[in-house]
């Protein structure tokens, strides 16, 4: 079982370069989400989606773009990566249930450094 | 302003010593109340509480949810080295998931 897959695992860019971060899921749950892990900071919310062809802003959006043209897959762009955008990017998933909510699956993260 | 506070935010015990960590919340519309571990890499689901007094356990480890309080704490008993990891604690309300900073357990032998 593949669960959540993010790739590329690691990446080093250049200040005002853009990227695509890719998280893929084969476990046909309808949210999807982005976070950022920063040291000593838990990981904060960038954007989610709640099914396929829609998306939504998080806690820190700013900077990022995504998009959610398949259910199956959820794409995270840097437009202009900027230094402060260096930290390790997580993927997860989740069934919706009405009223309630089901546990996280997460990918195994995707490490990025800005220079 | 939604949040999620973890105490304390980092802790060193021996193998053998029995552990508390603390997860408190200020979440509009609470729905529940997740922790979760995790070693080198992606977060693993440990519990999902969502009644006030109802403990969950697995093994070594338990959880029990105060919604009175606004605040969740997860036991480890008899630490093993393995218990080595970052604890999150997440809340979640609609559909977003509001994560504590964690806890760094480091359990030597």
């Known amino acids: 079982n593949a669960g959540v897959t993010q790739t590329p695992k690691f990446r080093v860019l250049k200040t005002g370069q853009s990227m695509t971060l890719l998280c893929a899921q084969d476990?046909?749950?309808?949210?999807m989400y982005w976070y950022r892990q920063d040291p000593g900071m838990g990981l904060r919310l960038i954007h989610y989606?709640?099914?396929?062809?829609?998306?939504a802003k998080g806690e820190v959006p700013d900077g990022y773009n995504v998009s959610r043209l398949k259910k199956q897959n959820f794409l995270l762009g840097l437009e202009s990566a900027a230094p402060s955008q260096t930290s390790v990017y997580f993927c997860?998933?989740?069934?919706?249930?009405?009223?309630?909510?089901?546990?996280?699956?997460f990918g195994d993260g995707t490490r990025l450094s800005i220079l | 302003e939604d949040k999620v506070v973890q105490s304390p935010l980092s802790l060193v015990v021996h193998e053998g010593d029995t552990v508390t960590l603390n997860c408190s919340y200020e979440?509009?519309?609470?729905?529940?109340l997740l922790w979760y571990k995790q070693e080198k890499k992606a977060p693993t689901f440990l519990f999902m509480l969502t009644s006030s007094g109802i403990e969950k356990k697995s093994g070594r480890l338990s959880s029990i949810l105060d919604k009175k309080e606004l605040s969740s704490i997860l036991n480890i008993t008899a630490t093993q080295t393995g218990d080595s990891a970052i604890y999150l604690c997440a809340v979640y309300n609609f559909n977003k998931f509001y994560f504590g900073s964690g806890t760094k357990l480091n359990v030597k032998p």
């Open positions: 997860a998933s989740s069934y919706f249930v009405q009223g309630g909510n089901q546990p996280q699956h």
């Open positions: 476990m046909n749950h309808e949210y």
């Open positions: 989606s709640v099914g396929e062809g829609t998306t």
């Open positions: 979440v509009t519309n609470f729905r529940s």
